[in-house]
């Protein structure tokens, strides 16, 4: 069973002769032809590295190699006799912690990269489209890393469900009660999940991470769309700023229009009324006036 | 040991499902069809992408003023008569009442800028103006349906003179009640970046929605569907109800950005110091006759929520009802059915015989 020991090591032979064959396949179609770009990647892709830096494929296998090892320790602790005693809990934890640990490490190299690019200086023309790039790829970092920490609580959830489950079922079992069928526990199932969940939804914690994530997703959206109008303004086609403020100008015409409207409602209204009250108000000067007339 | 179904037991009870799922799958493509909306209406009044509805009557006419329902800007109005035995208008119609109802409609990127100050002061006022002026009465009945009802409050307080009796429905009104789960995700959000990208899409409020119960409203809601395999009717309900949950409007920046800093963050409408339109709403101005009816069990607008107006409001004829249902089982419910019609009815005969 050699390749249960190395299985990566069998992929990246597999590739290789993958790529091979796709490589005599391309001579034999376009002889003398200069490779498109995608087939001279994936011509390149799990090849040995010949250079520093971050290679893609050895990255990927990198990780498969470590999760295989994780496994095989886990499997190495299982009881070797049938009837030995299991002791899950123990077994669970020491794989919850090495693969805690396998995200971390999977994590790093990709950090390194992302902090490199981050810290170039933006120079030159493109200037600002280089800090607009740089803010999305921060962002997106950022975005990344509070995703990571919304999955760990959703699997605090998983577990404490999980507690809440088992504790029922014991409860269930000191009861004598039963549960009559699949169906009734699964509704048990997810009352626990909600209960659990729900302990942790009304926490400032995850609330807190809820508005981080809508926050820098709305933030990297804003980015972008500076980025597509620098683009587009090169072009001379409409940006959705340009937009906004033709609809801020037809919105200020519209209620000015609205103003003017009701003005003259009112003042139509007001036209009969006034000279409702102005005739009794004229009689008793005219019936004042008449005498005098008369004398 | 706890008593669990025996092996033999969960083969048969898992075959069974498989059976019935396989029956459900084409039985709700067949349901598909079903639609919202079933009381026959027609447009009195519209302006940019709004309708205002007014239903065919379905008996002899009660000697009241007519209802208009105001609803919320996050869903569609149809939940409100969604099929004929699903409808609390056709109850409302079946007891004499001259319904209206508001359809907001679907605002897109030119509505961006509409704010809380159109919706309220423009949209609802016309609506309201177009009635009083088809009736030739001084006031109506207003009825405010969730965010409708919010709406209607700011409304009947900034023109209370044209609101004769008013009635909410499962309305926040105290937005930061410890209950509220909602308000507790949106204290740290960013309105301003939030809005800046324009219009805030439905589908994105769904999510919000369905995450304040996600095993309940993600899994056991359709796992519960294939006990209804062989009921067409059952399917048919299920269905015209999931097109509803996920026909939600895209929300104007504007007013959803308003709506969510002024009430929800800065819960002004129960602090005093909301203003719409440079108008303070002032809530103590409400001195008509409130009806406050809320949901025992809603998950969205807690009750605590809508409870809190009593101790707001300036009318010293103020009637709270809690009933024993859900946020949405107030209009599709057997219990929101059995209740709120009828209390909505008596309440408004009992007002009019006051006038």
């Known amino acids: 069973m050699s390749e249960s020991h190395d299985p990566t090591g069998a992929w990246r032979e597999a590739l290789a002769q993958g790529q091979q064959a796709f490589l005599k396949f391309y001579a034999e179609q376009a002889p003398g032809q200069p490779m498109p770009q995608f087939a001279e990647w994936w011509a390149k892709f799990g090849a040995p590295k010949t250079s520093p830096g971050p290679d893609a494929a050895g990255l990927y296998l990198a990780a498969c190699d470590h999760f295989y090892a994780l496994t095989r320790a886990f499997m190495e602790q299982l009881p070797k006799q049938p009837n030995a005693a299991l002791d899950a809990q123990s077994l669970a934890k020491k794989f919850q912690a090495g693969l805690e640990e396998w995200f971390q490490k999977s994590g790093a190299p990709g950090k390194t990269a992302w902090t490199q690019g981050l810290e170039l200086p933006s120079l030159g023309v493109t200037r600002q489209q280089q800090e607009l790039w740089q803010r999305v790829l921060e962002l997106t970092k950022r975005y990344q890393e509070l995703q990571s920490e919304l999955s760990a609580q959703w699997s605090a959830v998983g577990r404490e469900a999980a507690q809440k489950f088992g504790a029922e079922l014991a409860a269930a079992s000191k009861s004598g009660k039963g549960f009559a069928d699949l169906k009734s526990l699964y509704d048990r199932w997810i009352e626990n999940a909600e209960k659990a969940y729900s302990a942790h939804a009304h926490q400032e914690k995850y609330a807190g991470l809820l508005s981080g994530l809508t926050n820098t997703l709305n933030e990297i959206k804003a980015k972008q769309r500076e980025l597509i109008e620098c683009w587009a303004q090169q072009f001379d086609l409409p940006t959705r700023t340009e937009i906004n403020s033709v609809h801020s100008r037809l919105k200020a015409m519209q209620q000015q229009l609205h103003g003017l409207r009701e003005k003259s409602t009112a003042k139509r209204a007001a036209a009969p009324a006034a000279k409702a009250k102005a005739k009794p108000r004229a009689k008793p000067k005219r019936a004042a006036r008449k005498p005098a007339r008369k004398r | ?355």
């Open chain 2, 1 to 355: 040991m706890t008593q669990l179904p025996g092996p033999d037991a969960v083969a048969r009870e898992l075959a069974q499902f498989g059976k019935r799922l396989g029956m459900a799958l084409p039985a709700l493509n067949g349901a598909a069809a079903a639609q919202g909306g079933c009381s026959a209406k027609h447009a009195v009044f519209s302006h940019d992408k709004l309708t205002l509805y007014r239903f065919e009557p379905l008996a002899r006419a009660a000697d009241l003023r007519p209802v208009l329902i105001c609803y919320a800007l996050v869903n569609r109005p149809y939940m409100m008569d969604l099929q004929e035995d699903r409808s609390l208008i056709r109850a409302l119609l079946k007891a004499g009442l001259d319904v209206y109802l508001i359809d907001w409609g679907y605002p897109d990127g030119a509505d961006r800028l509409l704010g809380l100050d159109d919706y309220i002061n423009d949209y609802l006022d016309r609506c309201v103006q177009r009635i009083l002026a088809a009736h030739d009465i001084d006031a109506v009945n207003l009825l405010g349906v969730c965010q409708g009802g919010t709406f209607s409050l700011c409304y009947t307080a900034l023109q209370p003179d044209k609101v004769k009796n008013l009635i909410t429905m499962v309305a926040p009104v105290d937005f930061k009640t410890p209950e509220n789960l909602l308000s507790k995700w949106v204290q740290g959000i960013d309105v301003d970046l939030m809005t800046q990208s324009g219009n805030v899409q439905g589908a994105l409020l769904n999510l919000a929605f369905l995450s304040l119960m996600p095993f309940r409203l993600t899994q056991q809601k359709y796992v519960g569907l294939v006990a209804s395999a062989d009921n067409t009717a059952e399917l048919e309900n299920f269905m015209r109800m999931e097109k509803w949950i996920f026909d939600s409007p895209d929300q104007a920046a504007a007013a959803f950005g308003e709506f969510i800093r002024w009430f929800y963050q800065e819960n002004r409408l129960i602090r005093g110091n909301l203003e719409i339109g440079g108008r303070k709403v002032d809530l103590a101005r409400i001195t008509q006759p409130v009806l406050n009816l809320y949901a025992l069990r809603d998950h969205l607008v807690p009750p605590s929520a809508s409870t809190a107006l009593g101790g707001c409001i300036g009318s010293a004829d103020y009637s709270p009802v809690g009933i024993d249902t859900g946020h949405i089982g107030m209009y599709v419910s057997g219990t929101g059915l059995r209740e709120v019609p009828s209390k909505i009815v008596d309440w408004l005969h009992s007002q009019a015989a006051r006038e």
